[in-house]
């Protein structure tokens, strides 16, 4: 990324709005957006944030070169006053965001944008788009993850990723949710992903036999090696002569190399079972088992359901391109202006679907965890300069359902947004990928079990401050007649 200018990886409308305003005198008007998404991937109960330092990187890159600014002018649309002010663009705004790997819930702001109307209005479809991809990549791993309860998933996809970013980006979204390394090189050179891989059926049908092939393979690698069974047939060559050549190479007593074999066919749990007992009758029981072959959340626990004895799975197109439900659905919304006098003015979005109808205002975000069991209790949207008393027992009600109320009695509250950007200086520092994917794995921690349940989760509180909830009213009221 810090070799390409993305600056015009931009919908054209942006640039036709933000010529209007320079034309118009609203190019230094300021203006509030926010990113969320209205419904969770799969029908899940949470998504998880991700993507953030790369719009970082993208927002410290932003301008304008020569060669933009000669293919704007070509297109005889753009006055020349506009794009005399692209020549020096920057972005001199700000940015608050939630830190990558925290869960999320719908119509909460993932992202915070204040800026001049054509800095805040050009970065939205960069901004989009890596968020988008990020989260909803890291969102379906997290669901693959916990389906494997406990047992080693690594990210196998690149080859049929949506391009070379959808590989390597979603690789790093996938360490972040929890997926323990991928198969993608390059995002271990750039991310610190750890990659690792052995051999596919080419290099089994390259040899004139498959025990050949496995005894060279083991005399390469002399403290690791997984050998893939399936290319012939899984119980009657495979898995035999995988015993044949770790026999001839390493012996039984050398717990110190690291062994396993691969399934990537056929009845994955029947013959993940027999090759299990294959290998401990012959004093390979610290040999691990490798399943792939399409696995998704629901497969990996139906395997497991069927007592399959797998200690790896490796997961690829269902994976890297969240194959269920492959859009996340962000949008990038206008929240509020500023008037002339620096008043802040709220802003919304009507519809006939009562989804798409937004919150206004500039808002923070708090987290309510209870106290005792430390477990998310529910999530606060208020006005920005808002100090809620959390020191009282706080009514909270779903907006969507007014009767449903909920009242925290002991209870701490966290403000989850942090501030990335201020008045176009990055104040934040992106943390090391482990941190996050550390980070990532305590905040799921947070979540009850009834919220990460894949079938039917429990519809978590996104609850508004009584102040946001009559600003919207007001909002609906004036601009719904």
């Not at 975000?365 to 100090?387: F, I, M, P, Q, T």
Request: hydrophobic share 35%.
């Amino acid at each position: 990324m810090d070799k390409v200018n993305y600056t015009l990886l931009c919908d054209f409308y942006e640039l036709t709005m933000s010529n209007g305003y320079f034309e118009n005198g609203m190019k230094d008007k300021t203006v509030y957006f926010d990113v969320f998404f209205r419904r969770v991937p799969d029908g899940g109960g949470f998504a998880i944030a991700a993507g953030l330092e790369q719009v970082i990187e993208y927002v410290k890159n932003l301008h304008f070169d020569d060669d933009d600014i000669e293919f704007l002018k070509s297109k005889n649309i753009f006055s020349n006053g506009f794009l005399d002010y692209l020549r020096t663009f920057r972005f001199h705004g700000d940015i608050w965001a939630l830190p990558e790997g925290t869960p999320v819930f719908p119509r909460e702001p993932i992202m915070t944008v204040r800026g001049n109307a054509i800095e805040a209005q050009l970065i939205e479809t960069f901004v989009l788009l890596t968020l988008n991809h990020q989260s909803l990549i890291a969102t379906k791993a997290s669901r693959i993850v916990r389906a494997a309860g406990g047992r080693a998933v690594s990210e196998f996809g690149s080859r049929r990723a949506q391009g070379a970013d959808g590989a390597v980006f979603g690789a790093r979204a996938s360490y972040i949710a929890g997926c323990n390394g991928t198969a993608c090189v390059l995002a271990d050179e750039k991310y610190g992903v750890p990659s690792s891989g052995t051999m596919a059926h080419s290099w089994v049908q390259m040899f004139d036999t498959e025990y050949e092939a496995f005894e060279t393979y083991c005399k390469t690698y002399s403290k690791s090696a997984t050998l893939l069974v399936d290319t012939y047939n899984v119980l009657k060559s495979g898995v035999p002569n995988a015993i044949r050549a770790f026999d001839s190479v390493y012996g039984k007593d050398n717990k110190e190399v690291s062994l396993a074999i691969r399934l990537d066919s056929g009845d994955i749990a029947y013959l993940s079972r027999k090759a299990r007992k294959m290998l401990d009758d012959a004093g390979y029981s610290h040999c691990k088992i490798v399943a792939s072959n399409s696995l998704d959340e629901y497969i990996i626990r139906d395997l497991i359901n069927q007592d399959a004895k797998i200690d790896i799975f490796g997961v690829g197109e269902r994976l890297i391109t969240s194959k269920s439900e492959p859009v996340f659905g962000g949008v990038y919304k206008l929240a509020a202006v500023e008037d002339e006098n620096g008043n802040i003015i709220p802003r919304i979005k009507i519809s006939e679907n009562p989804e798409k109808i937004t919150y206004p205002h500039f808002k923070k975000l708090y987290r309510l965890y209870e106290k005792e069991s430390g477990k998310a209790a529910a999530d606060l949207l208020c006005v920005h300069d808002e100090e809620p008393d959390f020191t009282k027992p706080y009514e909270l009600f779903d907006p969507d359902y007014t009767w449903k109320r909920k009242t925290l009695t002991d209870y701490i509250a966290k403000e989850l947004q942090v501030r990335i950007f201020e008045n176009g200086n990055c104040v934040y520092t992106s943390p090391d990928i482990n941190e996050i994917r550390k980070y990532c794995a305590e905040q799921l921690e947070t979540l009850w079990e009834e919220v990460t349940r894949f079938e039917n989760p429990h519809n978590y509180y996104v609850d508004l401050s009584q102040k946001l909830w009559d600003i919207k009213k007001a909002l609906l009221e004036k601009n719904g007649k």
